[in-house]
């Protein structure tokens, strides 16, 4: 319980709008037990209908999820994501429904523009930047960034 809230302080911290405050917090605590029923309501009124999300709760989501801006975010349930990654609207973590029956897995520090899917049983690399509209259904290698229809390069720090 104190590691859960020590991941709440710190998520609730670096999500600045009040959207992205709402939808962590929704997140967190329903994983605690004797809250999920009680929370329940509220992740589907607020989740899925205000703001038209769908994160189920078998989704792993690690410490540091920054959600600016929470909605129209679809993510399947055997995703998984890592340690201070961030998710603008829009977002599709889904599969490919003719390969494989997982999802993405995103590694720390991924940072994933508004509107991009990301398709299949793949892995994005740590320190990734998936730019807005892309549609990325192959593995990105650490330090990689991908724009446009699986279109990889080198991240140049600047």
């Given at each position: 319980?104190?590691?859960?809230?020590?991941?709440?302080?710190?998520?609730?911290?670096?999500n600045s709008s009040l959207?992205?405050?709402?939808?962590?917090?929704?997140?967190?605590?329903?994983?605690?037990?004797?809250?999920?029923?009680?929370?329940?309501?509220?992740?589907?009124?607020?989740?899925?209908?205000?703001?038209?999300?769908?994160?189920?709760?078998?989704?792993?989501?690690?410490?540091?999820?920054?959600?600016?801006?929470?909605y129209g975010i679809i993510?399947?349930?055997?995703?998984?994501?890592?340690?201070?990654?961030?998710?603008?609207?829009?977002?599709?973590?889904?599969?490919?429904?003719?390969?494989?029956?997982?999802?993405?897995?995103?590694?720390?520090?991924?940072?994933?523009?508004?509107?991009?899917?990301?398709?299949?049983?793949?892995?994005?690399?740590?320190?990734?930047?998936?730019?807005?509209?892309?549609?990325?259904?192959?593995?990105?290698?650490?330090?990689?960034?991908?724009?446009?229809?699986?279109?990889?390069?080198?991240?140049?720090?600047?």
């Amino acid at each position: 319980m104190n590691e859960l809230l020590n991941i709440l302080q710190y998520e609730l911290k670096i999500n600045s709008s009040l959207s992205g405050k709402v939808a962590i917090l929704i997140l967190r605590l329903e994983k605690v037990r004797f809250l999920k029923y009680l929370i329940l309501p509220f992740r589907i009124m607020i989740l899925n209908f205000w703001f038209n999300t769908e994160i189920p709760k078998s989704v792993t989501i690690k410490r540091g999820l920054r959600i600016p801006h929470p909605y129209g975010i679809i993510i399947h349930s055997s995703c998984s994501i890592g340690e201070n990654c961030t998710i603008f609207q829009g977002v599709t973590l889904g599969l490919n429904e003719f390969k494989s029956s997982k999802g993405p897995i995103l590694e720390d520090n991924v940072y994933i523009g508004s509107k991009a899917s990301l398709i299949g049983e793949i892995l994005i690399g740590k320190n990734c930047l998936i730019a807005a509209h892309s549609l990325i259904t192959k593995d990105m290698i650490e330090n990689q960034f991908g724009h446009g229809q699986n279109t990889f390069q080198d991240k140049v720090d600047r």
